[in-house]
């Protein structure tokens, strides 16, 4: 079996070496991948991922089984349809099902209109700043302000003030994050501890994976800018089954929503969650793995993922139950100085065979590349992801930072306060 996985980042290292555990023994092509996906698969990286058809073409002339499509863009953009055009099975949503992640404003209304619990939010467009301002003045602080599009995790300004309101649209408007801030909505300030539930989903069945928990905030103590993610944990320990039947239950209803508006979706859809004090509800929708969930997800997964991704492209999803180790993950990211504002690349790093040395723990790539002399350098943001596995989340969070005292390289910075305090007692 062949398989294609698009993308480059700490998401796909880890996609990657799931599928290479499968039973069906997939040889394994992506595209562009990093250092890390170099030296267990083949790396492709003259492979425009964005474009539906230089993807499909690719696909077609190196008789490719499965694409696997891992971030957002070239799902949006329409890989999945230009591949399954060609007769080649795509895991991932088409163009029409994720517009979930690629239009907020289009998913809340999707959730208006199906009943999903979530902020209460106001979209404005074309550049209609005099309008926003006067809602502005009309609502009670803090306040949320988004882009509707695509803007890489970052595009999501907490504004205590009216003023600083402002200044977010503003930002927004003057093309701060491109076309995404085109459109922006204003929306509600849930309160409550946040969790990332993804799940499998056949465009009918909708089947969870566990609980993570994400820190978005570049510094400790969730100070600094919104990030990508530093640093995740999972499973959860205060969220109960009951909590995450009532959050899998508003994700099937999403996927059944869409499916009666003639939008069948096909993949993962990944819920961010806010727990309020009247229940769960929905901040946003990711329509793909998350970054860097994925990181503490699929080490745990202990199903065959080949066999899940072809039971969600095949529709056969209800005939399968995932199965899941009893070990607790932890993943904290080493990111590039300046991250996520401007930073320097190419700057040597040091240690990681130490670092995977550790038990239970794997370095996931993320912005890497190995240079022709051999050496492995960054390439962004968002560097490294060490992902440590234990029978205690204490455990598999010494585990963690015991390896990324191994790594080095010029600017590294990370978080240390990664499942520290989860809820306030559960280290």
């Known amino acids: 079996m062949r398989i294609l996985v698009l993308g480059g980042g700490g998401r796909e290292h880890a996609i990657v070496d799931a599928l290479l555990r499968s039973r069906h ?16 698969a083949t790396n492709v990286s003259d492979l425009v991922i964005d ?74 467009a074309e550049r209609k700043l005099d309008q926003a301002t006067y809602y502005l003045r009309n609502v009670d602080y803090p306040i949320v302000v988004k882009a509707d599009g695509l803007a890489a995790g970052k595009g999501v300004i907490i504004a205590k003030t009216q003023e600083e309101a402002q200044a977010a649209v503003a930002l927004c408007f003057d093309g701060a994050f491109g076309e995404a801030g085109e459109v922006v ?17 056949d465009g009918v069945t909708v089947v969870p994976m566990e609980p993570a928990r994400d820190h978005k905030r570049a510094f400790d103590n969730d100070e600094g800018p919104n990030t ?15 909590t995450v039947a009532k959050m899998t239950a508003l994700l099937q209803r999403t996927v059944t929503g869409l499916y009666q508006e003639g939008i069948r979706y096909r993949g993962v859809i990944y819920g961010g969650f806010i727990l309020t004090a009247s229940g769960p509800k929905v901040l946003e929708y990711n329509a793909r793995f998350g970054d860097p969930e994925t990181q503490v997800l699929l080490p745990r997964l202990t199903s065959d993922l080949v066999d899940v991704m072809l039971a969600v492209v095949d529709g056969t999803l ?4 995932l199965m899941w180790s009893g070990d607790y ?36 790539h993320a912005g890497t590349a190995l240079r022709a002399d051999g ?32 790594i080095s390289f010029d600017g590294m910075f990370f978080r240390s306060d990664i499942a520290a305090n989860p809820f306030g007692s559960e280290a």
């Open 329 to 364: 993950a932890v993943s904290v990211v080493l990111a590039s100085g300046g991250y996520p504002g401007p930073y320097e690349t190419d700057k040597v790093i040091k240690g990681v065979e130490d670092a995977n040395a550790v038990e239970g723990v794997t370095v996931f």
């Open 228 to 242: 990508g993610g530093m640093g995740v944990y999972s499973p959860v320990p205060s969220i109960d089954e009951y």
């Open 51 to 124: 474009d539906p058809d230089a993807v499909a073409t690719y696909a077609a002339d190196n008789n490719v089984d499965l694409v696997v499509i891992g971030p957002e863009g070239p799902l949006v953009a329409g890989v999945a349809d230009a591949v399954l055009a060609r007769g080649i099975k795509a895991f991932g949503p088409a163009a029409p099902a994720a517009r979930m992640e690629g239009s907020k404003a289009f998913a809340k209304g999707v959730m208006r209109r199906h009943g999903i619990p979530t902020g209460e939010s106001r979209t404005f």
């Open 185 to 201: 909505l204003v929306e509600e300030f849930l309160k409550g501890p946040e969790c990332s539930l993804l799940a499998f989903t």
């Open 25 to 40: 023994a997939p040889e394994v092509f992506v595209a562009p991948g990093n250092g890390g996906t170099a030296s267990i």
């Open 375 to 406: 050496a492995l350098v960054t390439t962004g943001g968002r560097v490294l992801d060490v992902t440590a596995l234990a029978p205690t989340l204490r455990e598999a969070r010494q585990r963690a930072y015991e390896a990324v005292t191994k």
């Open 318 to 321: 209800g005939d399968l139950s």
